[in-house]
């Protein structure tokens, strides 16, 4: 059943790039054997055969992904496809995702991380910082939004629904968590401004060793034990770290280790995807509880995000770009780095249950806006 993820690498690519050679005539195919296998998935499932429901499930959501890869419309929801595949997997054969041979897979997660913020240093340089300077207001009022918007709306949220307070405290941290990659993604197809996109990206994450754990604190202190000095040191050693040694790396070999380009992007996606069917795993009993309520309220967080960062910034007169950059910034959180904080403080199967569910959640919503947008260029002198 690992193959789900093992394929994500050959389905998941940028929008402008299609290498499967799959045309509109194999697309049609997959369509039809992916409707056949989710028929088969939902037939077995009413006749109480869940456990073999649940391979067709995994296959069906796999010919998707598969099928969506010629039109440009649908390749953004590719990877998300992969992703559901292995949540799929980590939900009906949780097993698969717990240990292999006596070693417990949740080792992997802050590893995976680490590779993966590393992939993120080597992506950047030091004027990715310049937007401080070129656009301070924009700048400004995008960090305030991120960490001021999400951590409260994930208290709030959590705290009307209801939920117990290590399932509270992990909406909580992926309110005070910075935003990730994707965001940088989804404001290029959104025909956002993408240098602000990316400047805000690296100055919350270079941020977050000490707003984190400071809000963290602060919100969700009644909640869980906080550890203020313990969560700063483990983004420190998480995020902070790889991305120095990612800048350093591409100071040194720009432009002479041109696979890394290539392959890294691949091991990122592949690697959220097994954090997020690890964690899924871990917390599997307690999701099939709370599941329905818990997408509800993490879907709500995150499409609030969207909406109140974009209309802040309109209520403060800024350009069509910038608000859909800052909505953009503040409704895509970095929910990997959630997931690794929640495995750190010993919750991953409580805390870490949030995180695991807005991961694919906001890929859904994210490229679905960023698609609406893309059809609606900015009026440049709108604001």
Same mark, same amino acid.
Not at 20 to 27: E, F, G, L, R, S
Not at 324 to 329: C, K, N, P, S
């Given at each position: 059943m690992?193959f789900?993820?093992?394929?994500a $690498?050959l389905? !998941?690519?940028?929008?402008n790039?299609?290498p ?8 049609k ?5 992916a409707g056949? *296998?989710?028929?088969?998935?939902l037939?077995?499932?009413v006749?109480?055969q869940?456990a073999t &429901?649940g391979?067709?499930i995994?296959?069906g959501?796999?010919?998707?992904a598969?099928?969506f890869r010629?039109?440009?419309s649908?390749? =953004?929801?590719?990877y998300t496809?992969?992703?559901f /595949?292995a949540v ?5 054969y ?5 240990e292999v041979?006596?070693?417990p897979?949740k080792? %992997? ?9 590393f992939g993120?240093g080597?992506?950047m340089s030091?004027?990715?910082f310049?937007?401080v300077i070129?656009?301070p207001?924009a700048?400004?009022?995008g960090?305030l939004?991120q960490?001021?918007?999400? $951590?409260?709306l &994930?208290?709030?949220?959590?705290n009307g629904?209801?939920f117990?307070?290590?399932i509270?405290? &992990?909406? #909580?941290?992926?309110?005070?968590? $910075?935003? =990730?990659?994707?965001?940088? !993604?989804?404001?290029? %197809?959104a ?5 602000? +996109?990316i ?8 941020? *977050?060793?000490?707003i984190? $754990? ?5 919100l969700?202190?009644?909640l869980?034990?906080v550890?203020?000095? *313990?969560m700063?040191l483990?983004?420190?050693?998480i995020?902070?770290?790889? @991305? #120095?040694?990612g800048? #350093?790396f591409?100071?040194?070999f720009y432009?002479r280790?041109?696979?890394l380009?290539q392959?890294m992007?691949?091991i990122s996606m592949g690697g959220?995807a ?5 964690i899924t795993s ?7 509880q709370?599941? %329905?309520?818990l997408i509800?309220?993490v ?10 960062g974009?209309?802040?910034?309109r209520?403060l007169r800024?350009?069509?770009k910038t608000c859909?950059?800052? /909505? @953009?910034?503040v =409704? ?18 409580t805390?870490g249950l949030?995180p *695991?569910v807005?991961g694919?959640?906001m890929n859904?919503t994210? +490229? /679905?806006l960023?698609?609406w947008?893309?059809?609606?260029p900015?009026?440049e002198g709108?604001s």
């Open positions: 690992v789900c993820l093992l394929l $690498p389905v !998941v690519f940028t929008e790039e299609n499967m050679p799959i045309t509109t005539t194999i697309a195919l997959l369509f039809a054997l056949l *296998a989710l028929l088969t998935a037939g077995l499932v006749a109480d869940t &429901g391979y067709f995994t296959v959501f796999v010919l998707l598969l099928a010629p039109y440009a649908l390749r =953004g929801f590719s496809l992969v992703i /595949a799929t997997v980590a939900m009906f949780p097993w698969v995702f717990i041979n006596g070693f897979l080792k %992997l997660i802050v590893p995976l991380l680490q590779i993966i913020m993120m080597t992506t030091l004027r990715d310049s937007g070129q656009m207001k700048v400004l009022v960090l939004c960490y001021a918007i999400m $951590p409260f &994930g208290l709030s949220i959590a629904f209801g117990a307070p290590e509270a405290a &992990g909406l #909580v941290l992926v309110g005070c968590s $910075p935003s =990730g990659l994707a965001s940088n !993604v989804m404001s290029y %197809l025909k956002a401004n993408v240098a602000l +996109s400047t805000l990206t690296a100055v919350a994450t270079l941020l *977050a060793p000490f984190t $754990p400071l809000l963290m604190k602060m969700a202190g009644q869980v034990e550890d203020f000095l *313990a700063m483990d983004i420190v050693k995020v902070i770290v790889p @991305i #120095v040694g800048l #350093v591409n100071k040194l432009g280790a041109k696979w380009d392959v992007p691949l959220i097994l954090i997020i069917a690890i871990a917390g599997r009993d307690n999701l099939i709370i599941g %329905l309520s509800l309220a879907l709500l967080h995150n499409m609030l995000g969207y909406v109140l974009y209309w802040i910034c209520f800024m350009d069509e859909r950059t800052v /909505a @953009i910034e =409704g895509l959180q970095n929910a990997g780095l959630a997931s690794g904080l929640a495995l750190q403080m010993g919750k991953a199967a805390v949030a *695991a807005f694919p959640l859904i994210g +490229s /679905a960023a698609n947008w893309s059809g609606k900015p009026d709108k």
